[in-house]
């Protein structure tokens, strides 16, 4: 590797963490925004679903012969064709599970063992690394918060964002890789 390949490399993981902050901070101030369960979950489902989407979009050989419309288990397991990492399938599972039974029961709420149970459907690597740190941006984003235990809602914030920033992350990865093979290609014509 070259040093303008590394500086270039670390633009890219900058740029990268940038937008990846400005994304999380516009989830977390819809989440402040959202007064009930059901708009929290819809609202960071769709952004989950939209990154699959650019997932797809990017790792993808030739994505103009994409489907139009395709359900949400459809592109999740697009996505695990093109190469997204496997450990993320429980966690976006979960989390079209979750979002369907609110979306077909008004009278559906989250409970700490829904909380509980989403947390434990991010990979552990996740779990022991991203979650602590989001749980503290929560709590210092929201006041009179002692345990991040006791509030179902918050665990399932978490868990929606550390799923969005992994999607993301893998999104960024499909991509790069993708970019590389094309121009590996284009060098050789």
């Not at 779990?127 to 503290?136: G, Q, Y």
């Amino acid at each position: 590797m070259r040093l303008s390949d590394e500086v270039e490399a670390a633009d890219w993981v900058s740029i990268r963490d940038r937008i990846l902050w400005r994304m999380a901070n516009a989830l977390f101030a819809e989440f402040k925004r959202d007064a009930d369960d059901l708009a929290v979950v819809v609202r960071a489902h769709l952004h989950i679903e939209h990154e699959l989407d650019e997932l797809i979009y990017f790792a993808a050989p030739n994505p103009t012969h994409l489907k139009e419309r395709m359900e949400y288990s459809e592109k999740v397991w697009l996505a695990l064709v093109l190469g997204m990492n496997a450990e993320l399938k429980p966690a976006l599972t979960a989390a079209g599970t979750l979002r369907n039974r609110f979306a077909h029961n008004l009278d559906t709420t989250l409970t700490k063992g829904d909380s509980k149970d989403l947390i434990h459907k991010l990979t552990r690597e996740v779990r022991e690394e991203m979650v602590p740190s989001l749980s503290e941006l929560v709590q210092s984003r929201t006041s009179n918060v002692q345990s991040i235990d006791d509030f179902p809602r918050l665990q399932t914030e978490i868990f929606f964002l550390a799923t969005l920033v992994e999607v993301f992350r893998e999104r960024y990865r499909l991509g790069q890789e993708r970019f590389q093979i094309v121009s590996t290609q284009a060098a050789q014509v």
